[in-house]
């Protein structure tokens, strides 16, 4: 989820993670038109929606109950580190 930010709320799936930039991309939000050049994958040319790079402090995780939460990590029966959100206490798979 969102945080912060013009796509505060929206909610996607994480697409790329850029982990020498600390950003994320993230379906749905912060899209971007790029101008392109006709090429051999697209040999009209035009304009192309696309999702930018987002930073890792403006998202949070959303658990199983569509709520944004903090995520932390314990260990479990097995000896395991498991992470589990804070909110609710469960498993993060």
Do not use: C
């Not at 982990?19 to 749905?28: H, Q």
């Not at 038109?33 to 790079?53: D, L």
């Amino acid at each position: 989820m969102v945080m912060t930010g013009e796509f505060k709320g929206h909610q996607g799936r994480v697409l790329e993670v850029l982990r020498d930039k600390d950003k994320a991309l993230v379906e749905g939000a912060n899209q971007i038109s790029k101008h392109t050049k006709p090429n051999a994958k697209n040999p009209q040319g035009g304009i192309i929606k696309m999702e930018a790079p987002i930073h890792i402090s403006n998202l949070m995780v959303v658990d199983a109950a569509g709520k944004p939460t903090r995520i932390g990590r314990k260990l479990d029966a097995n000896n395991k580190l498991v992470r589990y959100s804070k909110k609710s206490g469960e498993e993060i798979k």
